[in-house]
């Protein structure tokens, strides 16, 4: 398994940016698929956005296709998701997450065996 730290959670207004951070250490970092999720108090922790090993492919949910980016820096271990335009509903506690399976891609939660501790992004009108 992998550590992973994330930060730069915070309150944002609607409509404002954000970058959340996560820092790995452990495993070999590039080999693997990451994500970032989100849970909301009372729901399912939903996945939010994916990045392939080389950062060759990314994906992401419906919901915030078009005002969120994710990125890796390989050397430097780290994964970032950049929240623009955000809106109420992105109100949740973010993680991030590194998949079971070196060089495969899925993103359900299932598919990923290490989360970090998770950062707060409150979004006020």
């Known amino acids: 398994q992998v550590l992973l730290v994330e930060s730069g959670g915070g309150l944002v207004q609607a409509g404002g940016s954000l970058r959340l951070s996560c820092a790995a250490s452990?495993?070999?970092?590039?080999?693997?698929?990451m994500g970032w999720f989100r849970q909301a108090p009372e729901k399912e922790r939903e996945f939010v956005a994916g990045?392939?090993?080389?950062?060759?492919?990314?994906f992401y949910a419906d919901s915030v296709k078009g005002r969120f980016t994710i990125s890796r820096d390989n050397a430097k271990k780290m994964v970032y998701l950049q929240m623009n335009s955000v809106k109420l509903e992105d109100t949740a506690v973010y993680y991030c997450?590194?998949?079971?399976?070196?060089?495969?891609?899925?993103?359900?939660?299932?598919?990923?065996?290490?989360w970090g501790q998770g950062t707060q992004v409150t979004v006020s009108s």
């Open positions: 452990g495993r070999t970092f590039s080999a693997y698929t």
């Open positions: 990045i392939t090993w080389g950062a060759d492919n990314t």
């Open positions: 997450a590194s998949h079971k399976t070196r060089y495969r891609v899925g993103l359900e939660v299932r598919d990923f065996d290490s």
